[in-house]
């Protein structure tokens, strides 16, 4: 059984900082990509930043030069960390581990439950 969960979202003023970390844990060879979406009511979920097995990154144009996000390969864990947050960045962020190649050698993806993230103005 695999788990994702993550942890770090909370309520900031404009401009500042926060960082998210999600592990996931489980029965665990390997994962592809790790990413971090975000989801507001009334709205689909939409990518913010992802990050392969290798390194190479991927983010939203609306979060470019703010955010970065990072990965420890051991860990099976991801860091999205975000800095000059604006109040439009408020939302629940969601990780998702995408090609989870586990011992029984089976490959899924899986989402973690999300954390808030709440920006004021």
């Known amino acids: 059984q695999v788990q994702v969960v993550e942890s770090g979202g909370g309520l900031v003023q404009a401009g500042g900082s926060l960082r998210l970390s999600c592990a996931a844990s489980?029965?665990?060879?390997?994962?592809?990509?790790m990413a971090w979406y975000r989801q507001v009511p009334g709205k689909q979920r939409e990518l913010v930043a992802a990050i392969t097995g290798g390194g190479d990154t991927n983010y939203a144009d609306t979060v470019k030069a703010r955010f970065t996000i990072s990965r420890d390969n051991a860990k099976n864990t991801v860091y999205l960390q975000m800095n000059s947050l604006k109040p439009e960045d408020t939302a629940v962020y969601y990780c998702?581990?995408?090609?989870?190649?586990?011992?029984?050698?089976?490959?899924?993806?899986?989402w973690g439950q999300g954390t808030q993230v709440t920006v004021s103005s």
């Open positions: 489980g029965s665990i060879i390997s994962i592809n990509t």
């Open positions: 998702n581990a995408e090609g989870v190649l586990t011992v029984w050698y089976t490959r899924n993806d899986y």
